[in-house]
């Protein structure tokens, strides 16, 4: 098949949600429909939340290097449907936005009672930086939720994205009678069912037809009003709009009933974009270019220290990657080849000769890589757009045990090299900091290092609010404020100048005083 075929045939996406809106109940629904398992709960097991952290070892124990699950790839209609997975856990949104620098799109799942909530709005943030084109899927329609206009509100006011619904729901939890499909003008009918994957729709062309009382009740005179007032207020759907992320359409259903996700998943592979090009610090690189090229936006360790592998998530960019044959290291200018990369067709992962763009491999990794780092084929440039996200939780690293300094300074070095957490390193001296978005990382690190590394630290707590990057086109005021600020300033994992604020109030007046520098929550911004 020629190149650009290859890259016709695939959509690579994720699902993203704040934790319990059912982001793992609707991949296992994707899952079933393209066939990639064949029983519901094959998914469950890679979750991990509402875990102390002992679970959390004990899990990613088990997962070990299987990660078959971080990756899904299944076929629908033709389609290569590569799903990327993100963490559940709040504790680890980091390694989600890193995720999200690697899809081309993504679904994004609300609770109806819920409505958007904190974990949402990060996210979409990070949709926001790449304007990642966005399907929202109202879930849980089931239940008593919350009323759907009013939910289409919230979703504009606090994502600050345009909606456009594509089906409407028929009354809502005890009284939820289906969906109405809005383009194709039918009644999908509900039916609570956890096994059954497919349905029949019934054709309403023209709502004012009695068929429709005869189906829903006195649920049809809501609908016929709702619906007019939906095609009064919202404009079409547009898919320009929709592809540079300035409108998201919109999805009511029930996961768990596997209810409206076949009408999704078949609007996702009509509309949802094919791999783009992406930026480069020597301009766009295109999919159809023919030389090969990809960058690590995750390394995944595992921890059982009799196995000390890691695999770096390489993401295809453009061209195509071929087993056995010399790409280039750009950090490193240095040659490397993969006699065993793998890719994570099914559930199963597998050796591969070749992978296209838009694809996702696994790549056996003895330390040459970090996330960010680029891979080429003829010239050389480095991927733009994997940041690192401002942490939320700084603490200093003490080592408590001095025997084992250099055990230490190795664990903590590759460590962050895996993005389990950030390092920042003081200028002056050797003090060391982690930054991490939530606790469970320094158990994680605490347990890892101690495991893994045979050294061991403490944790103690630093008053920070957020790491913020800071550019400025007024070389006096930057040096001024690197001298009268330095024991704010610390340097980060590329050597880049970070300000460590300590509180909103305190960077509001540090942005006072400094007009003219600019401050950023991640490494890279749009200018
Ligand atoms: P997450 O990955 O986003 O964290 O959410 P997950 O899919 O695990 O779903 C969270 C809970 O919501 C689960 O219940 C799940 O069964 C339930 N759920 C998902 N979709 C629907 C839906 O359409 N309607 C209703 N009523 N519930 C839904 P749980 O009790 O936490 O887990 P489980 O014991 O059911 O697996």
New binding site residues.
Partial sequence: MKLNEEIEKRKTFAII??????????TEKFLLFGGAIQTAGAV?NN?I?KTATSDFMEIEKQRGISVATSVMGFEYKDKLINLLDTP?HKDFAEDTFRTLTAVDSVIL?IDCVKGVETQTEKLMEVCRMRDTPVIVFI?????EGRDPFELLDELEEKLQINVRPMSWPIGIGATFKGVYNLNEKNVNLFESSKTKISKDVISINDLADSKLDELVGKEAKQLREDVELVEGVYDPFSMEDYLSGKLAPVFF?????NFGIREMLDEFIQIAPMPKGRETDEGEVKPDDKNFSGFIFKIHANIDPNHRDRIAFLRVCSGKFERNKFFHHVRLDKNLRFNNPTSFMAKEKSLIDEAYPGDVIGLYDTGNFKIGDTLTEGKDFTFKGIPSFSPEIFKEVVNSDPMKTKQLEKGIHQLTEEGVAQLFTARMGNKKYIGTVGELQFEVIQYRLKHEYNASANFHPLNFYKACWFTSKNKEMLDEFVRLKSNYIVYDKDQHLVFLAQTPGILQITKDNYPDIDFHFTSEFKN
Avoid: F, I, Q
């Avoid at 949600?17 to 609707?26: E, N, V």
């Fill in positions: 949600s704040h934790p319990d809106a059912g982001k793992t109940t609707l469950k979750k939340k559940g799942v879930n849980k329609m089931d239940l259903g029930s996961a768990v009933n």
